[in-house]
């Protein structure tokens, strides 16, 4: 198995430009989770999906980010518009099941100047 | 809102030494689930252990073993013969019961394995 896989892996953009992660679990988990990291907050969950549908969307910062998963095996993040502080290390993971294991991806590092 | 205090920002140790990290958490649910995370420089994020709370036996997983003392909320991770590749961040976290997904992390502890 290829483990989780996100890409870009590394992103430099402009401030309010229109930033897009990707990310592709693991095949056959339900769970699906989108992470941000950062010196000052730490690792905070922004958004989980089970089966395609988004369960629990209270960490998206705000409206600016958007997250979908039109199906099984892919996710998309985005920003629009992007700002200096979304500057961050962003994370996917996916489990298989309740309270399992959770996979995570290699991370996208994003860079808004 | 559940918490996890994570109070060693940073630890040392002598290859081969054995090494305590501690965590406490904050939660008013009786059960639930902890986990420790370690993030090596690569920044990838690998599970090294994890313990259910209605289960009073503590989870090992060959030279990690966890500390876990439900009345205390205190889930401490021990690292035997600790190794070079032991050298990462280490994460605590949090999750609730059943149906609830969301894990929340506390701040992390670098550790670094001296040769």
């Known amino acids: 198995d290829a483990g989780v896989i996100q890409s870009p892996r590394h992103e430099v953009t402009e401030m309010g430009q229109e930033v897009t992660l990707r990310c592709k679990p693991i095949s056959g988990h339900d769970y699906l989770f989108w992470y941000r990291q950062t010196m000052m907050r730490g690792l905070e969950l922004l958004i989980y999906?089970?089966?395609?549908?988004?369960?629990?969307d209270s960490g998206m910062p705000e409206d600016r980010f958007s997250a979908k998963m039109p199906n099984a095996s892919f996710s998309t993040l985005k920003i629009q518009p992007s700002e200096p502080r979304d500057s961050a290390v962003y994370f996917c993971?996916?489990?298989?099941?309740?309270?399992?294991?959770?996979?995570f991806g290699p991370g996208t590092r994003l860079t808004v100047t | 809102a559940q918490t996890v205090t994570q109070s060693q920002p940073e630890m040392s140790v002598q290859e081969a030494e054995t090494v305590t990290l501690s965590c406490t958490y904050d939660?008013?649910?009786?059960?639930?689930?902890l986990f420790w995370y370690k993030q090596p420089p690569s920044r990838q994020m690998i599970l090294v252990i994890r313990?259910?709370?209605?289960?009073?036996q503590n989870a090992t997983e060959n030279r990690f073993s966890v500390n876990f003392q439900k009345a205390a909320k205190s889930f401490s991770l021990k690292i035997s013969d600790s190794q070079l590749g032991d050298t990462a961040m280490y994460f605590c976290a949090f999750m609730p019961n059943f149906g609830n997904e969301k894990l929340t992390f506390g701040t992390g502890t670098r550790l670094t394995i001296i040769p």
């Open positions: 999906f089970n089966n395609n549908v988004p369960i629990d």
């Open positions: 939660t008013s649910e009786s059960n639930y689930y």
């Open positions: 993971a996916s489990s298989p099941r309740q309270a399992a294991k959770q996979y």
């Open positions: 313990q259910e709370a209605y289960k009073q």
